[in-house]
């Protein structure tokens, strides 16, 4: 009897829709609220998809924006977009019209997709980009959807031509858009996939935004590529979220660490049925300890610590749910990927030491769009340099310590934001927070906190200066402390340090020597 040949893996990311469909037609691929999209409807609408890209002179090779909520309708243009063999833009629907069009002009994008709700700056960038702007809405994309028959696979594509054009957050200047090539998509997921031990009964809470890698990959293309269920959330909200996993039977929960800060917040979780939840994974930055043990012990479900970032596809390391997990650790790295940790010549540190963290393997981006000088920066002998500072120990496990361009230099010694954040969240009444360095004319650098306090907690700046004093060398705590009735945060929910402004009373304390 002569074997089978064995089914080669998929090479381009429209393959893992279509051979989900295959298998699992009926099975639901998207849920929104009262929406249900099966597989066969979703593998259909996108074969349609492209065909409609195409009769808007969308060839092979184009970038086509998409700016669009957690709809059903960003996954049926996103692999219409690939299956007409176009290059994906996700667009931050948060964004204004000077940025939308930065992101449209240095992509040279053919044409923007857009959502029918809110999209007013997304049309103004657009006209100041010059790019052609098509606001979609869901009845009227169905309708000119079904006015054309599937398109099949676009000839000539290759698993090394570019997927996604995903742009930086811009942290140290204009955004830049990283290139993920169907390859560095695809063994991403096959990585996670594995990992999450992802299968057609889980149902993934999908609440991270779309147009993000961590959502996109993690979320969407891993819950396609084994016939699992996203059930969507357009924004993020702990009651809503509560709910959702109750009623949906939520088995695989991702999130960032305000998502469980504020999940942990609540005082009725009691009162949900989270028990069907069986694995929680979380990304974007460091999860502080307090709030991973204190989600772990509420909601009976291990958390599952990750690390990577866009250029990296973007999972790079993470915590593994066969093996013992050491908290505010971010595990070893996936298949196929190698991490070392590097001082600034790029010599490998011994282990202990912390240096940053370089990435190589199949999840390394392809470059910076028409950025050839900041692709060799950033990408050299293959090593992708994250800018991240972390450490290894004996045992392969990585610890992300901060950003290189966060860490404060206090008179002469240098102070890791996170590890004072870490003893902040062990203040009873603390619920976020963020820690900064301000200018200082003894010290050149002053440590200093901001802090949201927990709901009907009580607690002064100075009593939790005096706490955090007794937690850390006398060189690393907080001078200036303040309490703020929120802090700022980018689209995944990751609080952003850049945006604190230190409050004007404060000030003054910048232009003298204050409290040693």
């Known amino acids: 009897m002569t074997a089978c040949a064995p089914v080669p893996a998929p090479r381009r990311l429209p393959e893992l829709l279509s051979r989900t469909a295959a298998r699992h037609p009926d099975r639901p691929a998207l849920r929104a609220d009262d929406e249900e999209m099966t597989f066969a409807r979703l593998d259909d609408l996108t074969s349609r998809a492209a065909a409609w890209l195409h009769s808007l002179n969308i060839a092979p090779g184009d970038r086509v924006a998409l700016l669009l909520p957690n709809v059903p309708a960003f996954a049926v243009l996103y692999y219409g977009v690939l299956r007409a063999g176009a290059v994906v833009v996700p667009v931050n629907p948060a964004l204004k019209a000077r940025e939308v069009a930065h992101c449209l002009a240095d992509a040279g994008a053919s044409l923007l997709l857009t959502w029918h709700e809110g999209a007013d700056e997304a049309a103004r960038g657009a006209r100041w980009a010059g790019t052609r702007h098509h606001a979609v809405e869901p009845a009227s994309l169905t309708a000119a959807l079904q006015g054309h028959d599937p398109a099949g696979p676009a000839p000539g594509t290759s698993s090394d031509d570019t997927a996604v054009i995903l742009y930086t957050s811009g942290t140290t200047g204009k955004p830049k858009g990283a290139e993920l090539t169907h390859a560095n998509l695809v063994a991403n997921v096959a990585a996670a996939v594995d990992l999450m031990r992802l299968g057609p009964d889980d149902v993934v809470f999908g609440a991270l935004p779309l147009f993000h890698s961590f959502g996109q990959v993690i979320g969407l293309n891993c819950a396609v590529a084994t016939g699992a269920c996203l059930t969507l959330l357009r924004r993020f909200d702990a009651a809503r979220a509560l709910s959702l996993i109750e009623r949906e ?19 009725d979780t009691a009162d949900h049925d989270v028990s069907s939840l069986r694995l929680c994974a979380c990304g974007g930055s460091p999860l502080p300890v307090e709030v991973l043990r204190g989600f772990e012990e509420r909601f009976g479900c291990a ?3 990750g690390y990577g970032l866009s250029e990296s596809s973007p999972l790079a390391c993470i915590n593994r749910i066969d093996r013992e997990r050491i908290a505010g650790t971010v595990g070893t790295p996936i298949d196929g990927v190698e991490m070392r940790i590097v001082d600034r010549w790029g010599k490998e540190v011994p282990d202990g030491e912390t240096g940053e963290i370089v990435i190589r393997g199949h999840n390394v981006m392809k470059g910076y769009w028409r950025r050839p000088e900041a692709t060799a920066e950033a990408v050299r002998d293959g090593w992708l340099h994250t800018g991240d500072l972390g450490t290894r120990d004996a045992t392969g496990v990585f610890r992300v310590v901060d950003r290189i361009k966060d860490v404060i230099i206090r008179g002469g010694f240098n102070v890791y934001p996170r590890e004072v954040e870490e003893a902040l969240y062990r203040h009873p009444a603390v619920a976020e927070a963020s820690v900064l360095g301000v200018p200082h004319p003894v010290h050149g650098e002053e440590v200093a906190a901001a802090v949201v306090l927990r709901a009907g907690a009580e607690a002064t700046p100075e009593q939790i200066r005096d706490f955090v004093r007794d937690e850390v060398a006398g060189f690393k705590y907080p001078r200036v402390v303040w309490i703020a009735d929120r802090l700022p945060k980018g689209p995944t929910g990751k ?9 004007p009373e404060l000030t003054a304390f910048t232009e003298g020597p204050g409290p040693r």
Do not use: K, N, Q
């Open 249 to 267: 039977r939520v088995t695989v929960f991702l999130g960032v660490p305000t998502m469980y800060t504020l999940l942990l917040g609540r005082e």
């Open 495 to 503: 609080i952003l340090r850049r945006e604190i402004v230190l409050p």
């Open 303 to 305: 958390v599952l610590e």
